[in-house]
């Protein structure tokens, strides 16, 4: 049977080749996109989302979800990292777009649990807000889900944003304290795997090679986002964060996953910091009261690549 799942993005170029990957893996079935701010503004983060549904024919629905974070200002976003288009400034044609679906990006993902219980995994990609939101307009939620994976965190790693906080989660920190605390099965693909398998140059272009359309398209938008990542190093490189909680749903083992009490962070200095204690690190009631998560601690790197590239090629 396939995965279904919804897959809750802020594109941004890792998610556009997350998304392709999930669009191209015959094991999964997305049932829309939720759109979320975070590399860029939500409503070009819908938009993005609809140009890259119309590019792979997928004819399903997007929605258009928060844009502010829980609780502070609105954020600065990533163009730095993803240009100013969110796909490295390389002025994509105006596709012919479906139209949004009229729902918040909260409702849908309450609807379709609704209508599929127990048989969805969200996939958060992006900042917390919309999880968060429909935990308010469902409390029965993650009763409703099979799952939810997020790439988001570094529990034993450092961050990116800050020495401690990675961008997800740093990005809604407080909506990411109402997501980590709700009584779901999460796993956490954090920095600590996503940073270990940088991507070279010569990836790209076999992804391209693989699928001239699809990969072609990461290969372009990605130059910009190999430009950044490869600051202040010898080598050229970028990292694809958000495809590995789609290439676990696949091939869970691909990663060693490991179980834990969670916590995020909203103290103004270590805003975002996910920290975790492993069983038997801990008799701190307060730790121990903590939701029960699971976090990738590790990847079998050659593995997951020739995942990615099977994919793209088939
Ligand atoms: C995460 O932040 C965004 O820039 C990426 O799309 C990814 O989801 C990595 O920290
Ligand atoms: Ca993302």
Redesign the pocket.
Known sequence: MKHKIILDT?P????AMAIFFAFLSPQIEVLGLTTVF??VPVEMSARNAQTLCALAEQDIPVCKGVGMPWVGKESGY?HF??GDDGFGNINFPPAKIRELDPRSSAQFIVDMARQHPGEITVVA??PLGNLALALRLEPALPKLLKGVSI??GAAFVRG?VTPVA???IWNDAYAAEIVFAAEWQLTMFG?DV?NAVPFTPQFLEELKLGNNKLGGFVRDAAQFYVQFYSQNREDKVCFF??AMPIAHLIDPTLFEIQGGHARVSTDPLNIGQTSVALPGTTTSPDWLNAQQINVATQVDKVRLTQLYLDTYQA
Do not use: R, S
Request: proline share 0%; hydrophobic share 30%.
């Open positions: 802020d941004g170029i890792d998610d975070g590399n990533a990292v993803h990609i992006g790439m988001g990116n990675e961008a997800n920095l996503t964060h958000d």
